[in-house]
């Protein structure tokens, strides 16, 4: 879906200030508050607004390693694997990825002895026949998207 430079506006106000009113967002960002219902009410129902939900770091709460591991699974398993690793709470998210591997997973964990822990369990699954590990060291560019939210309106 295309989105143009209200959309982009509206998203990085939401971004910024995610539990501000429809009310004081339109009056913002100038328009009408019917406007920007409308515009935050098609930004959802497309899916480029999926959530309001707080960020939560996990160092925060207690989970300050974070490491990604590259999965090969065994052919016609990957909807069992899928369900694994959805049962363990360490895995923060799980892509299928083209390349060495067939499924990428981003896990944490309280220490490093404790990734042990998790990768164990992780891999403890029949149909996971190997997995590389590397863990994270700094994360110099956190998770963002507003860069891209602008990018895609036309902005630079």
Known sequence: M???????????????QPRIG???????LGVARGTAQARLEKL???????????????AAIGFP????????ITQGRGDEVRRH?????????LHTITGQGDML?????????????VIDRV??????????TAIVMENPVPLRVIPLVRHAAGGS
């Open 105 to 117: 997973c981003r896990l944490v964990a309280r220490s490093n002895a404790d990734l042990q822990r």
């Open 85 to 93: 690793l959805g049962g363990v709470p360490e895995v923060l998210e």
């Open 2 to 16: 295309a989105i143009d430079e209200l959309d982009a506006r509206l998203i990085e106000l939401l971004a910024s």
């Open 44 to 58: 959802q129902a497309t899916g480029v607004i999926r959530g309001f939900g707080p960020d939560v770091d996990p």
């Open 123 to 132: 891999v403890g699954f029949p149909g996971i026949v190997r997995a590389s």
């Open 22 to 28: 429809v009310l004081e967002a339109s009056r913002r």
């Open 65 to 72: 390693v974070t490491a990604f591991a590259t999965l090969e």
